[in-house]
């Protein structure tokens, strides 16, 4: 094995007691041939070759036990062995040191091959010698037998310091430091006389000494030859400088370690000594070992006396030794890292301590439990002072709260009274213009105290904290719509511009409190409109700046406010002046209510004003998003309460829709409004429109084919160039991502309503963005009602959402006839998208599947319109891998809708020919009708329902024929016996 080891380098090894290596440096590895990770926590023996290898222990069991310094402090030559197996000489000293309770082993090791081999080659030849004498890396020096030196190499000279003539025939001795110089023939003779090996043949450390006088430490060998009848010494130096200050430096660490250890356990003592907790140690076994001074003061041991016992002797009850580690675990888990005990002192009192428990465990095994103390007793004391107090301010609070409820119910009895009978009057024909006049103020009077005991009880159960808040899912939109409508009146009363502005890129359905929502925005809105004589109050909604967080503002033109004003307008009981107070009315406590209800709901709440000019009040909450799939409130808001809402004003609309069954939908139900709508097929159809007529709106579809609604907008957009009356375009778009969303603002369009399309909010929308000069006022109060249905949609109830499309479309005609005409329009669009997709056509691919998920949303066509959200989810992505799978389920069902539709019977009650009705025969219907049903055969409950429809007709038994299609036959009988007894009773 070639190895190249740095001249006069010192490898450096450390082990444990047992022998196991613990640091292996570069040199060691160097010399060795191993890495350090090969050597750790190995034996060091590996290192040894035999015999040396299975004695080690026993070396070192000798050490420990009798002291036995064999090595230890001293160098001595010893073989190796490496990790390829090969032996070698080396130079080994070993020191012993103690860090705390631990023991460890230095070993510094200088590999002597370079060396033995110089002396091997000596003994070759003379002239041999002398080449290697020239060439070698070690000072040689050779002597005679009087101790004259008879050569002195190159190395020896430069590092001995004298030049070869200069010491050659003088006494080696002058090489030599006392008491060497002065022994060194002594030695020699002895040697000669009695063959004393005293540094013969091994090698030993001593100090050379150099020409500037300065001594150094060397491992010299000395062998003796025979040079003819003469005999003469070779001496072989090495310097072991690095070694000795290797070794000086790790005694400094050791003495410098041990001073630490000794610094470090004097300031535990001190802290021990002086620590405001009483503290103690024990053992694994729960034996006291220290107990410091506030410990003897709190229990009254003193440490002598204590020391040695269990701990269980300081505390009340049995304390087994196994509960000590429970005791900690109890510590450590609680928030305090601690726990309350019941502590005894030596005199038998017991008292309230708190105790926390830290534990070590050390390499050997050995376990330490350090325990603090306190009395708690003052601390208990108190507390019981806090309860007392704290139940007396509950029962107080109790007793204000009573008294609050009674209050408001003594109150608003008469109240009512006064209310109900002043309504009445009212009515009278005979009242005078001035008494009504002095009864609807004694009405409106009435309802501001009503709204005053309100906001009073609602400040007391804040601020006991009594108020809870629900946690719901409900259809924000709609909420916040439904509870606007009567300050909507308020301010078209006051003339005022009212508006609702909600992102649309927000979802829709969250979980929450709104009633509590509703409450605020009551209050800021109304607020708003109290303190605004002219010009707007609008309400935005949009996503707050952190999760699950919305930001609603409410802005207005009103009276505005100053610093000082905004400083206390959430205080209670608080008005921005006297004067307001005076002018408008109102104690101040609707916006102190407000602000605690927004930090009930993880938000805050601020305002910006200026005087004269307005205020911008905001807040936000935290409103995570609803589960899929969930009921919510307000989820019928759209159809039924927000069915009602009638447009302001009506306008001529134009209406950019390509497929016929959404424009058709979108055109009944503005016609319904009374609005004058025109429809154009596509973006060059909307644009010659918009040139040929005037227009108060236009309801822009993205995706159209010929041109799309974005460079149909940007056209005319640049027609509109040098005009200041620009029209309104909203955006009609079923694309939920974000980037359509930017794409349609950047085109020009005002704003955008989503598909499937929210009637209401589209038509509050409408009168949001047309300019107020716009349109007629609406004369008509009221809109017709959902026409009832005389079709029966059983057949498609398992591939529409029938009551849900029946109350966006309010005809069920047109419905109906929507349906059929997608049936024979969409039949085949699986067939054509497999093909594009296969040609690679994505784009055409993509408005295909955009344009059936629009059609099929507003039909309620629900799986359909979600497969194609999902294929375009995948073609937006260029993720083909899943597409086959997508396809699939698209086809199964676009082919259970159509199949479905096909079944559809449009026909009015005159076409469908009765049979005469016999009691007789549909009562034994019904019951083999029930009989099925319980059997749970659908098979034989169909034929029966048919026999029925040619009695009773199928508009009756359309309620049941729905639940069984729903396969929900307990519903069915349900119906079935309500038929019964709706037929019972008309023959009563």
Known sequence: MNRKVLKNSVGSITIDVKGFIKSFDPIAEDIFGYKF????????????????????????????????????????????????????????????????????FIGSIFDLSAQKETERELSRSEEFSRAVLDTAVNPIITIDAKGNIKSFNKSAETFLGYLEQDVVGKNVNILMPEPYHSMHDGYLSNYLSSGSPKIIGTGREVLARRKDGRQVPIHLSVGEMNMGEEKMFVGIMTDISEQKAVEQELLHHREKLEELVSIATKEVEAIIETAANGIFTMDKNGIIMVFNPLAQELFGWQEHDIVGRHFSTLFAGDCETDSLLALNNAAISDRQKGLEVTAKNKQGRLFPAFIAIGHQEFKNGHHLFVAFIRDITEQKRKEAELKLAKESAEKAAKVKSAFLANMSHEIRTPMNAIIGFSDIIKQSKELSPQLSEYMDIIVSSSKSLLSLIDDILDVSKLESGHYTLDNVCFHLPNAVADSMK??????????????????????????????????????????????????????????????????????????????EQINVVFDSFVQADSSISRRFGGTGLGTTICKQLVEMMAGKIWVRSELGKGTKVSFTCRLPVSEKNIECLYDELTSDKLSDYISPRVFRILVAEDIPENAT?????????????????????????????????????????????????????????????????????ASVFNEEYEKCMASGMDCIEAKPIDFNHLLMTIEQCVAAHKGKSHTKMTIEPTIESTIDFS????????????????????????????????????????????????????????????????????????????????????????????????????????????????????????????????????????????????????????????????????????????????????????LQAHLLNDLE
Not at 51 to 62: E, F, G, K, T, V
Not at 92 to 97: A, E, G, Q, S, Y
Not at 701 to 730: F, Y
Not at 878 to 895: E, G, H, M, Y
Request: proline residues 3%; negative net charge; contains cysteine.
């Open 795 to 978: 057949v498609v109830g398992s591939v529409a959402d029938v009551s849900a499309a029946l109350r966006n479309w309010r005809d069920p005609l047109t419905y109906a006839q929507a349906l059929q005409s997608f049936a024979s329009t969409h039949a085949d669009d699986t067939k054509r998208l497999t093909q594009l997709i296969k040609d690679n056509n994505d784009t055409d691919a993509y408005l295909l599947t955009h344009a059936l998920k629009g059609v099929s949303g507003n039909l309620m066509l629900l799986d359909v319109a979600s497969s194609c959200i999902h294929i375009n989810h995948e073609l937006k992505g260029n993720n083909r891998s899943k597409l086959t799978d997508k396809l699939k389920s698209l086809d199964v069902f676009l082919l259970k809708a159509v199949n479905a539709i096909n079944k559809l019977q449009i026909a009015s009650p005159q076409d469908v020919q009765l049979k005469t009705y016999n009691q007789t025969a549909v009562f034994a219907l019904l019951e083999q009708f029930q009989q099925s049903l319980e059997l749970l055969n659908p098979d034989d409950v169909e034929p029966v329902l048919k026999e029925l429809e040619q009695y009773l007709g199928a508009k009756m038994l359309s309620p049941i024929k729905q639940e069984v299609l729903r396969y929900d036959f307990d519903a069915a009988l349900e119906k079935v016996q309500e």
């Open 665 to 733: 939908l979108v055109m009944l139900r503005l016609e319904q409004q009374g609005h004058s709508v025109v429809w154009a097929k596509n973006g060059i159809e909307a644009i010659d429109l918009f040139k040929q007529n005037s227009f108060d709106l236009i309801l822009m579809d993205v995706m159209m084919p010929v041109m799309d609604g974005l460079d149909a907008t940007r056209h005319i957009r640049q027609l509109e160039i040098n005009s200041s009356d620009k029209i309104p375009i909203i955006a009609l778009t």
């Open 486 to 563: 009567m300050l909507h009146h308020k301010a078209s009363e006051k003339g005022l511009s009212f508006s609702i502005h909600y992102d649309t890129r927000l979802p829709k359905r969250f979980i929450g409190d709104p009633n509590r929502l509703r409450q605020i925005l009551v209050n800021l809105v109304g607020n708003a409109i109290k303190f605004t004589e002219k010009g707007t109050v609008s309400i935005n909604i949009l996503k707050g700046d952190k999760q699950e967080e919305l930001l609603f503002s409410i802005t207005d033109t009103g009276i505005g406010m100053t610093e």
């Open 37 to 104: 990770h090969e050597v750790m926590n190995q034996n060091v023996s590996i290192l040894m070759p035999e015999p040396y290898r299975s004695h080690h222990n026993d070396y070192l069991h000798r050490y420990l036990v009798d002291n036995n310094a064999h090595i230890i402090g001293q160098g001595r030559e010893l073989p190796a062995m490496r990790k390829d197996g090969s032996t070698f000489p080396m130079w080994l000293t070993v020191n012993h040191v103690k860090i705390d309770t631990t023991s460890l």
